[in-house]
């Protein structure tokens, strides 16, 4: 059976809204804290560098899928 919104009780209702704006503004938190280290942006540059020369490994070739 498919749950509604209008099956939830308000607290519910209201608990959900509350988990879901709560994570999203820790994400944004974590975000704005990553991209004020020098440290995180100098490792996606290098990363970035890493990915177009190629020096990159696959998902399947380090698990052996």
């Not at 607290?11 to 995180?40: G, N």
């Not at 020369?53 to 998902?59: A, N």
């Given at each position: 059976?498919?749950?509604?919104?209008?099956?939830?009780?308000?607290?519910?209702?209201?608990?959900?809204?509350?988990?879901?704006v709560?994570?999203?503004?820790d994400?944004?938190?974590?975000d704005?804290?990553?991209?004020?280290?020098?440290?995180?942006?100098?490792?996606?540059?290098e990363?970035?560098?890493?990915?177009?020369?190629?020096?990159?490994?696959?998902?399947?070739?380090i698990?052996?899928?």
């Amino acid at each position: 059976m498919e749950t509604k919104v209008k099956d939830l009780t308000v607290e519910e209702l209201r608990s959900l809204i509350s988990d879901a704006v709560r994570a999203a503004m820790d994400d944004y938190i974590e975000d704005i804290l990553a991209l004020s280290s020098d440290d995180y942006l100098k490792s996606v540059e290098e990363a970035r560098s890493d990915y177009k020369e190629g020096r990159v490994k696959y998902f399947e070739e380090i698990f052996d899928v």
